[in-house]
């Protein structure tokens, strides 16, 4: 059985962190995408600006989209 110190260092542990990591990254940078939206940058300048890919850009601005016509 590993013990926390040993867990932590195992490859699997170290990717999932790795993984957690960027994902946490990437959610950051789309909750900016209402404000650049406000300051009139495009979605392929966000995306640029951003270094992400264009269709998580898109995404996210449809669901802004779609929240607004619900409320």
Request: net charge negative; no cysteine; glycine share 8%.
């Amino acid at each position: 059985m590993f013990n926390l110190t040993e867990w932590t260092e195992t490859q699997f542990y170290k990717e999932v962190k790795k993984e957690g990591k960027i994902e946490g990254k990437i959610e950051g940078k789309l909750e900016t995408i209402p404000l650049l939206i406000k300051l009139g940058l495009t979605p392929i300048q966000i995306a640029e600006e951003l270094k992400i890919n264009l269709d998580l850009v898109q995404q996210k601005i449809k669901g802004l989209s779609s929240n607004f016509d619900h409320n």
